[in-house]
């Protein structure tokens, strides 16, 4: 058996994922939430700067840009919405409130804050020359392509013999 290898799948660039929002991708079969975090800081003058928008103004605490990839599906509403929802910070934690009804995820570890019970997947995410990539497990009963996608792995029929040529 080989050894597990992890493979970065290229989703998007990150500036086609507006800041403090949350874009959905379809990686490997899978619904992944992506959400981009903070802004562009810079210090200037003994000042902590962000832009946002094109817009410039003082930044209350350090809030560098990060990026997150959770699962999409909602345990509670039972669908698959969370990209949709919005971002905010609680306890000093940054989550994603559902649309639907509104219980917040952890960006960090995919727990729900609201019902500790309950978490979504959170998957590797990185950032490489200015481009999202997302890993996820390879599922052994999958082949992967070249292309990144996944397809069914099909097992020869036991009833079709080998030796038997078709037209």
């Not at 959905?24 to 832009?51: M, P, T």
């Not at 946002?52 to 990060?66: I, M, S, T």
Request: proline share 8%; hydrophobic share 35%.
């Amino acid at each position: 058996m080989s050894a597990h290898r992890t493979v970065w799948i290229d989703v998007c660039a990150l500036d086609d994922i507006c800041p403090d929002t949350g874009v959905c991708a379809l990686v490997e079969e899978r619904q992944i939430a992506i959400f981009r975090v903070g802004s562009r800081e810079r210090e200037r003058d003994g000042v902590r700067e962000r832009e946002r928008d094109g817009v410039r103004e003082p930044a209350p605490h350090c809030n560098r840009e990060r990026v997150y990839a959770l699962g999409n599906f909602d345990p509670k509403s039972r669908a698959f919405v969370l990209a949709r929802g919005i971002v905010g910070e609680s306890g000093g934690a940054l989550h994603v409130a559902s649309p639907m009804y509104k219980e917040r995820f952890a960006l960090a570890s995919g727990e729900c804050l609201d019902d500790p019970s309950v978490r979504v997947p959170v998957y590797p995410v990185r950032v490489r020359g200015g481009r999202v990539e997302v890993a996820v497990e390879p599922d052994p009963d999958r082949s992967m392509t070249r292309s990144g996608r996944v397809e069914v792995a099909v097992e020869p029929d036991p009833d079709r013999s080998m030796s038997r040529s078709e037209p």
